[in-house]
């Protein structure tokens, strides 16, 4: 089973309301991921977790805060955003951070800021 | 730095026909994976294939392939009779090696539409 869970699948919200996106894995995978994408482009790595640990900030701004409260869940708390953060949110998971191993993705969560 | 190339933005073929979609990377790591996914309009990421840098052997899985051209620093995938349900964006990517706290680096992807 390689699944990773998001949800909401989609969530739109106004700037000043504060919401979560939420990210599960059961496959006993260390590192995770999340992911922002705008359309017909790559997804940009935002955050990576690696055992529980936040690793790597890719100078998100601080509306955006990441959480992971265990080793199967990662949050995504949004407070304050813009429209122009309106996007595809991907969480994603691996075995752990190295190059070998394959990182799976979730159908991801679909936001709008209005 | 570490860089991904596709440089089809947008790819047409034919129903059973094959059709190859090409990715060159750059890399000064000796260890590192190739990765191709298939992104449909609904929008989830849809792992492929995986090519690691030491592998003697071209990854297969059913339909796909891929072609590794390590001195070229090329690794296309190749997608045998194509069907209506392989129209997608394709992403080739590079995980970057343990230092570099296994990032995926993402190419600009290829949209390709299958005709009937």
């Known amino acids: 089973d390689t699944e990773v869970t998001q949800t909401p699948k989609h969530l739109v919200m106004g700037m000043t309301n504060k919401k979560s996106l939420k990210c599960e894995q059961h496959?006993?995978?260390?590192?995770m991921y999340w992911y922002k994408q705008k359309a017909k482009k790559p997804p940009e790595l935002m955050f990576v977790y690696s055992y529980e640990k936040l690793s790597i900030n890719e100078s998100v701004p601080s509306r955006f805060s990441p959480e992971c409260p265990n080793s199967s869940l990662l949050n995504l708390h949004l407070h304050a955003l813009q429209p122009e953060d309106s996007a595809l949110y991907l969480c994603?998971?691996?075995?752990?951070?190295?190059?070998?191993?394959?990182?799976?993705f979730g159908e991801g969560s679909w936001l709008t800021v209005v | 730095a570490q860089k991904i190339t596709q440089t089809q933005p947008g790819m047409f073929v034919q129903e059973k026909e094959a059709v190859t979609l090409d990715c060159t990377y750059d890399?000064?790591?000796?260890?590192?994976?190739l990765f191709w996914y298939k992104q449909p309009s609904s929008g989830e990421m849809i792992f492929l294939i995986y090519?690691?840098?030491?592998?003697?052997q071209n990854a297969t899985e059913g339909r796909y392939s891929l072609n590794f051209q390590k001195a070229r620093k090329s690794a296309n995938l190749v997608i045998s009779a194509s069907q209506l349900g392989d129209s997608a964006m394709y992403f080739c990517a590079m995980r970057a090696g343990y230092n570099q706290g296994g990032k995926l680096i993402f190419g600009q992807g290829t949209e390709l539409s299958v005709k009937p």
């Open positions: 994603a998971s691996s075995q752990d951070p190295v190059s070998g191993n394959t990182i799976y």
């Open positions: 890399t000064s790591d000796p260890s590192y994976g």
């Open positions: 090519q690691g840098s030491y592998d003697q």
């Open positions: 496959m006993g995978h260390r590192a």
